[in-house]
């Protein structure tokens, strides 16, 4: 018998209440009950969001919501600011160039994040430009990039700030309101504990009065529908009902252990795993890193690509691997959603068990220690 276990920055567990929630005969999406479910999950994902403002749902991928806010923020000829440190960057910069959107990007090496620096000196430079297009964890590389700032800047300008919170919601704090970013987009299947099928959009009044300006095409992921809609429970389209049912359940966990409570966990959860790494002996990727995952670079003797196939086909254990320029370079290990401190443990000792068995020199227990040590010290506190 082998037993998996899921270490990937999407899709991440999911609690087993919400599990059985989808194993509930199928409803109709325009019921009462329907309505109610909707209502209230669009209320505690405001929660999340931290913001007051409605935030809508669409039945995509997370990238159906970063499809939707180009095409509903923007208009031909507009330009914006694209921050690409990443794969998950350059998806914005194609999006845009899709639509035929010019963009002036800010090209950050991969594993490091943008000095906001830059971003307020394109700004100057160029004052007409209509938005900037950040993520928030840069996925592929585990860097987190400082939206706090960047929001700081464009907020006495007329740009908007647009963030790809897609992998980072929940477990990186992105203060929406507070802040004064403009657009946040994420999923349901990372932080937010749900398979893939669900995207959320939130805007503030500053990103509703671009979307009343905006004429670039759009008919599916048409905001201005999902929001009417979703403000009296209903949806223009059919919605993914069996997972808004799985949703309301991983939203509720949140809401009860509160979003600033459910960041210090993951943080926690990152600190011990760059840790343990450290013990290990091995560098850390990022130069800045998420508390969502943490990417190790690998040494060059090392096949990244052969380690997380054997770990998987061996263990039962699934770690991400490099994605584009990283592949084979980097192992990626999420300590992101239903996760606690046993599940970093095991990421950790079974990360030492599968280097030493493809031929790195490991000191067993080195890592797991490290973990500890910050678990038991937070612990005490
Ligand atoms: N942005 C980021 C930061 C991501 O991590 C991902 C998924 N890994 C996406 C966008 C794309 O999301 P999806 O695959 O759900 O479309």
Known sequence: MKKKYLFTPGPTPIPSEALLAMAQPIDYHR???????????????????????????????????????????????????????????????????????????????????????????????????????????????????????????????????VVDAVSALGADDLQMDKWGVDVVVSCSQKGLMTPPGLAFVGLNSRAWDAVEQSNLPKYYFDFRKAHKSGLEGSVPYTPAITLLNALQCALNRIYEEGIQNNIARHQQMALATRSAIKAIGLPLFASSPANTLTSIRLPKEIDGKAFVKMMREEYGITYAGGQGELSGKIVRIAHLGWMDEN???????????????????????????????????????
């Open 31 to 161: 019921s009462e009950d329907a309505v109610a479910l909707i209502k209230d999950v669009l209320e505690k994902l405001k929660h999340v969001f931290q913001t007051e403002n409605d935030v809508l749902f669409l039945t995509s991928s997370g990238t159906g919501a970063m499809d939707g806010a180009v095409s509903n923020l923007l208009s031909q000829g507009d330009t914006v600011l694209v921050i690409r440190s990443g794969k998950f960057g350059e998806r914005w910069s194609e999006i845009c160039t899709a639509y035929g959107v010019n963009i002036i990007p800010i090209d950050v090496e991969w594993g490091n994040s943008v000095d906001p620096e830059k971003v307020d000196h394109q700004l100057k430079s160029n004052p007409s430009i209509k938005a900037v297009y950040s993520t928030l964890c840069e996925t592929s590389t585990g860097a987190l990039h400082d939206i706090q700032s960047l929001a700081h800047i464009t907020q006495s300008t007329s740009t908007l700030l």
């Open 343 to 381: 599940d970093v443990i095991v990421a950790i000792s079974s990360f030492e068990r599968g280097m030493a068995e493809i031929g790195y020199d490991i000191a067993y227990g080195a890592g797991v220690a490290a973990a500890q040590q910050v678990f038991t010290t937070q612990d005490s506190q």
